[in-house]
């Protein structure tokens, strides 16, 4: 079993939908980061969080520590949010452990 | 400059070649991190840094893939003899320290043919 999971891996939206990306995790972390990678291989951190909830624009990040669940929210979805998402655990100091990713698209 | 800069950014090797992929990190930034990213996958930790200091190469899949960071600024990462699944993309990120947002590179793409 990884000790990051991420659902679902594939997710087609219509412009405009909210959309809902989970990630599990077994082990134990210091933070929780989530990350997106356009085509190309450029990847940006979107949040780090270790608990509780921020928000960035349309974006939203939860975490629920006692669960080891976290979930990205992107409010009134647009195409050039198509991307990768990544959800990656901190399991010491910055070393991170990585997701599989979900594919996101966007449709106009 | 502003981010995480790498290079190359493409580079096509021959099987048993030795390539050195260079990355620059953010300026004052104390953490120093390489990862390998397969086709389709999310990235795998190869190797940190510390300053100059490597503290963990945990990651490093054989005695062919090598790192430095001497000066505890740009960090090299060396692949000796490639193999064609070393094919991949490898991933520099920096950060201020522990505990701080990581910055990531846009990625040195490796194709051994």
């Known amino acids: 079993k990884n000790e990051v999971e991420q659902s679902p891996q594939n997710l087609t939206a219509q412009e405009g939908e909210f959309i809902t990306i989970n990630c599990s995790y077994s082990?134990?972390?210091?933070?929780l980061h989530w990350l997106q990678q356009h085509p190309g291989g450029g990847i940006v951190s979107l949040f780090m969080l270790s608990s509780g909830k921020k928000k960035h624009g349309r974006l939203i990040a939860t975490i629920n520590i006692q669960e080891k669940h976290s979930s990205l929210h992107i409010t009134a979805s647009h195409p050039r949010d198509s991307a990768v998402y990544i959800c990656a655990v901190g399991i010491y100091g910055n070393k991170l452990v990585f997701g599989a990713g979900t594919i996101l698209r966007v449709k106009s | 400059g502003a981010g995480v800069s790498q290079s190359p950014r493409y580079k096509v090797a021959k099987r048993g070649q030795d390539v050195a992929l260079r990355c620059d990190p953010i300026s004052g930034h104390v953490s120093l991190f390489w990862y390998q990213q397969a086709l389709g996958q999310g990235p795998e930790f190869l190797t940190y840094?510390?300053?100059?200091?490597?503290?963990?190469k945990s990651g490093l899949p054989s005695d062919r893939f090598f790192a430095e960071r001497p000066e505890g600024s740009v960090s090299t990462l060396k692949i000796q003899r490639t193999q064609q699944e070393d094919s991949a993309v490898y991933l520099c990120a920096s950060s201020p320290g522990p505990g701080n947002t990581i910055y990531f590179g846009e990625g040195s793409w490796l194709t051994v043919v």
């Open positions: 082990v134990g972390i210091s933070a």
């Open positions: 840094f510390q300053n100059e200091a490597q503290l963990d």
